[in-house]
T-cell receptor, first 116, second 112 residues
Framework: NAGVMQNPRHLVRRRGQEARLRCSPMKGHSHVYWYRQLPEEGLKFMVYLQKENIIDESGMPKERFSAEFPKEGPSILRIQQVVRGDSAAYFC??????????????FGAGTRLSVL | DAKTTQPNSMESNEEEPVHLPCNHSTISGTDYIHWYRQLPSQGPEYVIHGLTSNVNNRMASLAIAEDRKSSTLILHRATLRDAAVYYCILNAGGTSYGKLTFGQGTILTVHP
């Protein structure tokens, strides 16, 4: 059973470009979370999605950031017009749809974004 | 989410037990206690969770105080691979979903 798959593992962008980060949840999971870890800082929640719905985006920056989780395909975190401050590790997690305890989150290995 | 307090860092020797404490004095009756860890350059990894009773799994044990205001993650025999940042997190559990709020965690160093 494959874990949470994130790609790319490393992404380099120049200021002003767009960054697209992909996340495929574990099989049987329909709940996806995105977290960001800035250099030397802790993990911060960004957004929680279910298929085709954004449930909680309280941690998303108001501008340039968006997320989606379409009916088919991976979840996408999109950052438009990247700036150096966006350089960070972005982690995706998923949790199961069924079971006694649902809110155990399984994390991917992350995408490390570097903005030049 | 209710706040947790952990020591910034702890050290252990390989093959010795490690007790990682966590204080959560404002825990509510429905909050579960989660532990995750993050190895260097990797994503967080679920370790264990509990509500009231002590819990054991293949990775660790979780000892929960009777008043639930503190808990301790126990690694019975530390290995070099256990060197990581350990996070204690309170989360509404059961049938609910939701974000995890990570604090600064405890950096565990394991000496050979």
């Amino acid at each position: 059973n494959a874990g949470v798959m994130q790609n790319p593992r490393h992404l380099v962008r120049r200021r002003g470009q767009e960054a697209r980060l992909r996340c495929s949840p574990m099989k049987g999971h329909s709940h996806v979370y995105w977290y960001r870890q800035l250099p030397e800082e802790g993990l911060k929640f960004m957004v929680y999605l279910q298929k085709e719905n954004i449930i909680d985006e309280s941690g998303m920056p108001k501008e340039r950031f968006s997320a989606e989780f379409p009916k088919e395909g991976p979840s996408i975190l999109r950052i438009q017009q990247v700036v150096r401050g966006d350089s960070a590790a972005y982690f995706c997690a998923s949790s199961p749809s069924l079971g006694t305890y649902k809110n155990i989150q399984y994390f991917g290995a992350g995408t490390r974004l570097s903005v030049l | 989410d209710a706040k947790t307090t952990q020591p910034n860092s702890m050290e252990s020797n390989e093959e010795e037990p490690v007790h990682l404490p966590c204080n959560h004095s404002t825990i509510s009756g429905t909050d579960y206690i989660h532990w995750y860890r993050q190895l260097p350059s990797q994503g967080p990894e679920y370790v264990i969770h509990g509500l009231t009773s002590n819990v054991n799994n293949r990775m660790a044990s979780l000892a929960i105080a009777e008043d639930r205001k503190s808990s301790t993650l126990i690694l019975h025999r530390a290995t070099l691979r256990d060197a990581a940042v350990y996070y204690c997190i309170l989360n509404a559990g059961g049938t609910s979903y939701g974000k995890l709020t990570f604090g600064q965690g405890t950096i565990l160093t394991v000496h050979p």
